[in-house]
């Protein structure tokens, strides 16, 4: 039997704290592709008040704080609401020890890492390692607070520095600077498939676009979409953004970011991931 009509009509919620490009893409969007979506500027709201969501809604959390789109997340996900990324897939990302770990345990191959749990072991972890090292914090994004260090001085100084830092710096993620040629890549997935990948150049060792990486279109050679949908189906997830370097040894899955920035690949590339993000999540939706 046709269900009656709905009380109310499901639609895609947008819970987002910053109008980026992104989020403009994403408006555009919906409107050519006549997609039900809800902006919701979480500054100005607070929780259950002004969420009247339900099960059977979809969620693209576009906070641009990790901290934000998590705490919606979780709150989303308690009334049923399908959210992209899920908060598990979320927090997972935006730790980059967790996200290491979880890479290991899949055999993806990735940068060698050590993690310490004082200034002291940081430092012999560097030793160990070899110079040179990259200092990054667990969680953080923009290639902020990224630490390349060449000798134990320059550890010393970066570890001591760090510990003084708070909590949240009181656990030493260190990789061994891998050589990539003046750029490296980012692959954004839908689904688990890889749907575009552009290569960041940069004069400077951090090739993040938000830093002045230049984006430029690559094509996915049939190795490396096996090996994105490997990574992908490590950390699970619907929205993601694959950063790897490419050296003579193969791809090194650098990190993997569960609530990704995506102007860069659209300007690389020219597709239209905002609109493909959109329907991607409308199908998560139920409907007669
Ligand atoms: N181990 C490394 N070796 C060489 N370059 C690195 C390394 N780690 C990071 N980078 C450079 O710094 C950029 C940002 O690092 P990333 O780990 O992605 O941090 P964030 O989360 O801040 O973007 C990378 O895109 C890359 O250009
Ligand atoms: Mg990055």
Redesign the pocket.
């Known amino acids: 039997m046709k269900s009656a009509t709905p009380i109310r009509a499901p639609r895609i919620l947008i819970p987002y704290s910053r109008l980026r490009q992104e989020e403009k893409m994403l408006a555009s969007a919906a409107e050519r592709l006549g997609l039900p979506v809800d902006f919701r500027d979480v500054s100005s709201l607070f929780w259950p008040r002004d969420f009247d969501v339900a099960a059977g809604d979809a969620a693209v959390c576009r906070c641009v704080g990790q901290t934000h789109n998590l705490a919606v997340a979780r709150l989303l996900e308690s009334r049923g609401v399908k959210t992209i990324n899920p908060s598990s897939v979320m927090a997972l990302c935006g730790d ?1 020890i967790a996200t290491a770990a979880r890479l290991e345990a899949a055999g993806i191959p990735q ?1 060698e890492y050590a993690v310490a749990a004082s200034p002291e072991a940081a430092v012999e972890a560097a030793e160990t390692l070899g110079y040179p090292v ?1 200092f ?1 914090p667990a969680c ?5 607070l ?1 630490a390349k260090v060449s000798d134990r001085p320059g550890a010393e100084a970066v570890a001591f520095h760090k510990a003084a830092m708070g909590a949240a710096h009181s656990v030493f993620f260190i ?4 050589e ?1 040629g003046g750029s ?1 890549l980012r692959a954004i997935l839908l689904g688990g498939q890889p749907v575009s990948l552009m290569r ?1 150049r940069s004069s400077h ?4 676009t938000a830093r002045g990486g230049l984006p430029e279109p690559c094509g996915i050679s049939s190795p490396l979409a096996d090996l994105l949908r490997r990574a992908a189906e490590a950390v699970g997830g619907d929205f993601l953004a694959v ?1 790897l ?1 490419e050296t003579s040894c193969g791809w090194l899955v ?2 993997v970011n569960g609530q990704p920035e995506f102007h860069g690949s659209v300007e690389a590339t020219g597709l239209d991931l905002a609109g493909m993000l959109l329907k991607y999540a409308w199908n998560f939706i139920p409907r007669d």
């Open positions: 980059k940068p990259v990054k953080g994004s923009w290639g902020r990224l990789q061994k600077y891998v990539k490296d960041r060792w951090i090739t993040n950063d370097f650098n990190e």
